[in-house]
């Protein structure tokens, strides 16, 4: 199974080095490049395990553009929370988010809505 990451749950796995558990998870973890460049921006003790990840098995995929409607319901989210549910629509796999209100919106505001 494949997973997408926004930052977040990256960032509080490898803080609790637990960020293996992923791995275990799935077969792929996918990221968009928004939620790459916040990564390499992370300092931080975690960073270590996070560029391990990042070498080895986080894989970043481009993201295809949102029908306008998705758009619009995604504008109050951060370009890397908006670029990981637009990737996670496009194959589709769930994805793994770090708020409430991002979760709501990705599962209610996107449902049923084409590309």
């Not at 080095?17 to 992370?42: D, F, N």
Request: some cysteine; glycine content about 8%; hydrophobic content about 50%.
């Amino acid at each position: 199974m494949i997973f997408v990451s926004n930052t977040g749950p990256i960032i509080g796995l490898a803080k609790i080095q637990r960020l293996a558990l992923l791995t275990g998870l799935s077969g792929a973890v996918y990221i968009p490049p928004e939620v790459h460049r916040e990564l390499l921006a992370k300092a931080g003790p975690e960073v270590q395990d996070i560029a391990a990840a990042l070498a080895h098995w986080i894989q970043i995929r481009p993201v295809a553009p949102l029908a306008p409607s998705a758009a619009a319901v995604l504008k109050v989210l951060d370009e890397g929370e908006r670029q990981a549910i637009a990737l996670a629509r496009s194959w589709p796999a769930p994805v793994l988010l770090e708020k409430g209100s991002v979760r709501i919106i990705a599962h209610c505001g996107l449902r049923g809505q084409a590309g």
